[in-house]
């Protein structure tokens, strides 16, 4: 038997005019959809056969203008390329197509992208160089220098990450994946001149590095490969190596593992709170610290257990560190 | 009839020897149980939390290889209960594997204390250990208290789904936008899953100290979530999404504007309920919000 080559599927489609709407509607569509289908074949198909109203954009149609991200059931896709049968399979036979934030919906998948612009254009996302206009021979960079920054420089900005980051959600001045992989992006090209300002710019609590929570959805979602949180972590590191930690809470956090795997081979929790946030920050933890106490969840200094061949890790933190923090 | 034992090096994590005392000894009560053999490595450090790896990579990844060494030397399968263990543990694991110079240097760095990375030991969360080697069938003969009367709200970690090209190895492929082990276990236990959009987010852990406002609105939005899903209560494979969901209740309904109330069980408080053990044997005490219904 050969797989059914078609499938029928019911597609639910966020509808909605911010000029004359108050609230947003989901129209349905039941379609037939073949197995090379992407789901820009699909909204094509609606716009084109069926209600030319429906607004979405889209360009290139080959996955590089970024202009078509939508999210289907949640997921953030570019609908150029996003095969439909591996979202049926996924999700089964009913897909919501929404756009990327429904907060900002201009008309129907249309978003107003200007906040993700505006945190784009804030890292200067372009070299910053002393260049010559006239130059006698080419300026090459070494094949190991460009690596470093290949992944990042695949960024499309479709936005797919910035919409789907949580901390984004709730903190309007976070910076955000998209940007901050784009500042990786020149603070590892060895012919931008910016990189101290740019660290500065994102080593500032409230909207830089230090706000990322970690979920990783920005690394899932990106079609092209970028891995966000990857740069994420190289910027964090980036800071230290150039000696621009603040001691701030933020990289008093990131620096109080190693003294405590240092001490205990494990992490002394109460200690790394109370060195990340001073002895007066800590006070806030109070009536948290409290009721873990009264739940037998906080164990005191001496009773602190240590992994068992704490000299080798010793040895290993003395012989193997690579960046200072005083 | 099947006579092999399942056999683990258990890497506890530092929360399970801290402030999430409950998971530690409803792990040892629910794998002695399944009849599970867990041997603790005493030997393993913190694996660097992700934080550790923001400060100094190459020093996480050499304490992170002597982590898997103690493993490989038993020649067991490292098998983790927390999701961010896992993850950071993968991660070595994998930047070893794929990086032969990297190793090498790692390896210099472990000669001094004798010690050599191999990779032949899998990084592994006890829930999919759980999912592939014990099986789920085997499990619901081992219930002796189906949790019927139960809506359970799966709450998955993001550390245990994403990246799925760096998780895949390791949870059986789930997918990261429609996870389902959590709710296999669940009706195994004889439980209903509960469907809530929040049970693939992030808890806020992470940056719990660094971002509080963010932090405590994405625990707040998944307890809510959870409650207006009819929610008896959470299961997580994660103690620290564990801690910022039990520990943070008053201080998220303060930042909702709403009253939560919710307990929160660790995996294996919930499957030793089914399996009939004790409310002491699972730790229930230390839970913060009480869960009640088994008290």
Known sequence: MFESKSKKVTFKVFRFNSETDYLPVYKTYEMVVESHEVVLDILNRIKWEIDGSLSYRRSCRHGICGSCAVKVNQKGVLACKQNLFELIELFGEELTIEPQNIKRAIKDLIIDKADFWGKYDAVEPYLVAEIDEHPACENIVSHHSAEKIDEADYCIQCGSCYYSCPSVAYNENFLGPAALAKTYRFTSDERDSAKTERLTNVNEMGKGVWDCVKCFECAQVCPKGVDPIGKITRLHTQIFAENLAESNVASRHAVGFKHSIEKHGLLDEGELVRYSEGNIGVMKHLPEAFDMLIHGKIVLPWDMPKSENLDEIKTLVDSSSTQKFD | ?295
């Open chain 2, 1 to 295: 009839m099947d006579m092999t034992v399942l056999k683990y090096a258990l890497f506890t994590g530092c929360t399970a020897k801290n402030s999430t005392p409950e998971l530690m000894k409803s792990t040892e009560a629910v794998a002695k149980k399944l009849g599970i053999k867990l041997i603790e490595l005493k030997e393993a450090s913190c694996c660097g939390a992700s934080h550790l790896q923001d400060f100094d990579e190459f020093l996480s990844l050499v304490l992170n290889a002597r982590n898997i060494c103690y493993a490989e030397k038993l020649g067991l399968d490292l098998v983790t209960i927390c999701n961010t263990c896992n993850l950071n543990l993968l991660i070595a694991d994998q930047k070893l594997k794929a990086d032969a110079d990297l190793r090498r240097r790692v390896n210099e760095k472990l000669a001094e204390v004798g010690l050599e990375y191999k990779g032949t030991s899998r990084v592994r969360h006890f829930l999919y250990v759980l999912i592939e080697d014990f099986g789920m069938e085997k499990l619901t003969s081992y219930v002796e208290k189906p949790l019927e009367e139960f809506n359970i709200a799966p709450f998955y970690g993001c550390h245990n789904i994403r990246p799925a090209g760096t998780q895949n190895a390791a949870n059986g492929k789930e997918d990261p936008y429609n996870p389902s082990s959590l709710e296999r276990v669940i009706e195994a236990l004889g439980g209903k899953a509960v469907e809530y959009a929040s049970k693939n987010k992030c808890c806020g852990f992470h940056a719990d100290l660094q971002a509080p406002k963010t932090s405590t609105m994405l625990t707040a939005n998944a307890l809510v979530d959870a409650m207006d899903n009819n929610a008896d209560m959470i299961v997580t494979p994660c103690p620290l999404c564990h801690l910022n969901m039990d520990i943070k209740q008053k201080a998220s309904s303060k930042a909702i504007g709403r009253d939560i109330h919710l307990p929160i069980l660790h995996l294996p408080q919930v499957i030793g309920l089914a399996l009939g053990l004790s409310a002491d044997e699972l730790g229930l005490k230390h839970n913060i919000v009480e869960p009640a219904f088994a008290l």
